[in-house]
Nanobody, 117 residues
Framework: QVQFVESGGGLVQPGGSLRLSCAAS????????MGWYRQAPGKQRELVAR???????KYSDSVKGRFTTSRDNAKNTVYLQMNSLKPEDTAVYSC???????????WGQGTQVTVSS
């Protein structure tokens, strides 16, 4: 059974940092193009970062320069390092793994990030 499980969310003060992890089981994360999405209450889901299976990254304008995604295929895990957090970063963050050209796509369950003083 394939699963992607996020961890690392929590409550942090503005200006603080968190590192989210997305760990895969039942599959090799190395074959997936990974995306980090977030959804705040009343808002549409937003793609904030992605990393290809080759390691290329791309970020939304809202997080560029503050968030960094990386992958450790040996640990079957993808990370989202979030620095200089702002209250508007508050959302449920989810990882998504997709294999190009196959229709294979998996979602994690999400982890809550709250930025508040």
């Amino acid at each position: 059974q394939v699963q992607f499980v996020e961890s690392g969310g929590g409550l942090v003060q503005p200006g603080g940092s968190l590192r989210l992890s997305c760990a895969a089981s039942g599959t090799m994360i190395s074959i997936y193009n990974m995306g980090w999405y977030r959804q705040a209450p009343g808002k549409q889901r937003e793609l904030v970062a992605r990393i290809t299976n080759g390691g290329s990254t791309k970020y939304s304008d809202s997080v560029k320069g503050r968030f960094t995604t990386s992958r450790d295929n040996a640990k079957n895990t993808v990370y989202l390092q979030m620095n200089s957090l702002k209250p508007e970063d508050t959302a449920v963050y989810s990882c998504n793994g997709a294999v190009t050209g196959t229709g294979i796509r998996y979602w994690g369950q999400g982890t809550q990030v709250t930025v508040s003083s």
